[in-house]
Nanobody, 115 residues
Framework: QVHVVESGGGLVQPGGSLRLSCVAS????????MGWYRQSERRLRELVAE???????NYADSLKDRFTISKGSARNTVYLQMNSLKPEDTAVYLC?????????WGQGIQVTVSS
């Protein structure tokens, strides 16, 4: 059974940075995609960034200048570096892993940007 676990969220002041981590266990596929999404009361779930197993990345256009997704050295680990955070970045951030035609989701982690 695939488990996806996020960590690293919390409260940060505007202009600050956070790094989110995600680990997915029991991923047996050679080819997979891991991604970060976010959702809030004001927004439906939206893609933040995703990375394929070969390292190819894709970003939401509005976030690519401030957010960076990267693969960890450990298999099935992905990070999201978020810089110059704004109050509108406040959301629950969810990690997903996609392979074999299925999406597996973590429970999400709260990121709050506020002074």
């Amino acid at each position: 059974q695939v488990h996806v676990v996020e960590s690293g969220g919390g409260l940060v002041q505007p202009g600050g940075s956070l790094r989110l981590s995600c680990v997915a266990s029991s991923v047996t596929a050679r080819r997979y995609t891991m991604g970060w999404y976010r959702q809030s009361e004001r927004r439906l779930r939206e893609l933040v960034a995703e990375v394929w197993s070969d390292g190819t990345t894709n970003y939401a256009d509005s976030l690519k200048d401030r957010f960076t997704i990267s693969k960890g050295s450990a298999r099935n680990t992905v990070y999201l570096q978020m810089n110059s955070l704004k109050p509108e970045d406040t959301a629950v951030y969810l990690c997903s892993v996609r392979f074999g035609g299925y999406d597996y989701w973590g429970q999400g982690i709260q990121v709050t940007v506020s002074s």
